[in-house]
């Protein structure tokens, strides 16, 4: 991956934003701590366009842990080569609503994760 990936990629989504007259203010774009994000064309970029830059910590993958577990998951249950970008956005629009309100976790007292999150957040627990 280099830098020219990167910035072309948030080329991308905003296009897709306008193209789908959708807004492209506040978003909020995770990544880890690697030289193509700490650039400062890059947060220069991110900043000019409104998205807000989320990192991992240096040293610290905890933070970054749910999210690499969901795409692990993700990428090794779903077929998503040979699709357009409309159709790998619906397959994992589904995948996420299949994964959040139906798919019980094993590690979460086999609790689906919306059920665990309210779980968590019960004053009694």
Known sequence: MNLNLVLSTIDNLVKYFKENNLDSKNILLHSDQGFQYTNQSYRYK???LGIIQSMSRK???VDNTPIESFFG???DEIEYSDLNFNQ???LIDDYMVEYNEKRKQWDRKKMIPKE???HLLNPSF
């Open 46 to 48: 991110l900043k000019e």
């Open 116 to 118: 665990y999150r309210n």
């Open 73 to 75: 998951h993700m990428k």
């Open 88 to 90: 790998l956005k619906d």
């Open 59 to 61: 040293g610290n993958s």
